[in-house]
């Protein structure tokens, strides 16, 4: 998320699928590498980085906490980071009792290598998140992204943005969407973005377009009722425009109109559906600063997906928020909401309406110590394929909250205790629905140059 003091973008990448906000706290669930309470989607366990929308007029800035971080290299200049965290999961299946539980060790390198230019700017990232669990292997993961990101200034009112990147991650249980397996599905994404942006004085506009190839990996026996990774396996195309005017240095409102393709790789799945679907969606908002570290953007609209073969379409109310709010000095908040039409993994739901809602925040409470924490509401409402007998709409339901501290030695190195609590419900518990709740408590190492 990118949020400037006079002309704010706030960063929506929806080719890649997640929400990324600007977070301080970071702990390992399972597969799953969370920076936030607030960030409960299907990849959440992916090494996170701010990834620009093409929309935006710029990549995405780091969010560094002190002047004495960066190396100079020449003409850029290089962030290093690796977090070490260790701790305990009472619940590592994210299964009804009686629960496995497990110590684990997460090690989450990062590279970011940002240009220092006047013009123009690149950014090339490398990140990783290796999780380990002594009493269940199964759930160790090895994860990593790559990606290249900049943008190009043709003048002073207009500029063309790029990325391109390669995402592995691995589905975490007791997240939506997942099918209950000994050991998770794996799945790499190759995201590629164009963008396109011009100003005429308070008028602008921001043309993008985006596809993202996806291979899915299964390391175990899923259930019956999941699809196996060959006949999940697809392209996403996206096409959107976003049209705007600046009311005001504090106030811009917009329309933000789209399509999107969804082509699978096998035409006929194992269930032998087909599931190739082309969709639209149109949004309007409004970007407010509240001042010189607050902003928030809003917007409400429509969704819509259809299905050519199966004749079926599905539609859903959609709105968003996101920003940063500081307006008192020692507590930052970080508000996310989001609705969205995603692909569903079960053979018996043709999709799922996926929605987020959540807040975390950090607070200083006396140099060097900070508060942090969170909490989110995630709902994941299926849509049953049609004609299949004996198949109910359901709807399941994630809960999680965290609290920690952390103690800042410099810097460049912090130091503390979180504890993480989560559930999951559903309404349709025996076709396959969640039912648990989890603990965790872990101790988070930073070191950061």
């Known amino acids: 998320m990118t949020i400037r003091a006079s002309r704010v973008q706030l960063i929506w990448s929806p080719v890649v699928g997640w929400v990324l906000m600007s977070c301080a706290i ?46 100079s290299v020449g003409a850029f200049t290089l962030f290093p980071e690796i977090s070490l965290i260790t701790g305990y999961d009472d619940n590592v299946f994210a299964t009804p009792a009686p629960a496995t539980g497990s110590p684990f060790i997460l090690v989450r390198p990062q590279l970011e290598l940002r240009s220092d230019w006047v013009r123009h700017q690149l950014r090339l990232q490398a990140a990783g998140g290796f999780g380990f669990y002594p009493a269940a292997s199964t759930q160790n993961y090895q994860n990593y992204l790559l990606q290249a990101d900049g943008k190009l200034d043709i003048r002073y009112d207009m500029s063309a943005t790029g990325l391109i990147a390669f995402r592995r991650s691995t589905e975490a249980l007791g997240t939506p969407n997942v099918s209950f397996a000994q050991a998770p599905t794996v799945a790499d994404s190759l995201p590629v973005e164009l963008g396109f ?51 005001s240095e504090r106030l811009s409102l917009f329309i933000a109109p789209g399509i999107n393709q969804r082509v699978y790789a096998d035409t006929v799945n194992i269930a032998g559906q087909q599931r190739d679907s082309t969709g639209w969606n149109v949004n309007a908002g409004a970007t407010l600063v509240l001042g010189p570290k607050s902003a928030l953007e809003g917007s409400v609209g429509m969704a819509s997906q259809s299905y050519t073969t199966a004749g079926t379409t599905t539609s859903a109310f959609t709105f968003s ?13 970080r508000p996310s909401i989001n609705r969205t039409i995603n692909e569903s993994a079960l053979t018996n739901y043709e999709n799922y309406v996926s929605t987020v809602a959540g807040i975390d925040f950090t607070y200083d409470i006396h140099y060097p110590w900070r ?45 503390g205790p979180l504890y993480e609590y989560s559930q999951g419900s559903s309404t349709d518990v025996p076709a396959g629905g969640p039912q648990f709740t989890r603990n965790m408590f872990s101790i988070r190492l930073v070191a950061k140059r």
Do not use: C, M
């Open 26 to 71: 970071s702990v390992a669930h399972a597969q799953v590498d969370t920076p936030s309470p607030a960030r409960q989607t299907l990849d959440q366990q992916t090494p996170q980085l701010d990834l620009p929308d093409p929309t935006t007029s710029a990549p995405a800035a780091r969010n560094d906490s002190g002047s004495e971080l960066g190396i």
């Open 197 to 247: 942006n011009q100003r005429f004085n308070r008028l602008f506009y921001q043309l993008a377009a985006s596809a993202t190839k996806y291979w899915y990996y299964d390391y175990s026996t899923i259930t019956s009722l999941g699809l196996p990774s060959a006949s999940r396996n697809r392209t996403e195309y996206e096409e959107k425009v976003r049209i705007g005017y600046e009311v």
């Open 321 to 333: 928020l996101a920003g940063t709010w500081n307006g008192y000095e020692p507590l930052t908040l």
């Open 371 to 415: 508060a942090v924490g969170g909490v989110s509401y995630n709902q994941a409402d299926y849509t049953p394929v049609p004609g299949l007998a004996g198949v109910n709409p359901r709807t399941d339901y994630f809960i999680k909250a965290s609290i920690g501290l952390l103690y800042e030695v410099r810097p460049q190195y912090s130091i």
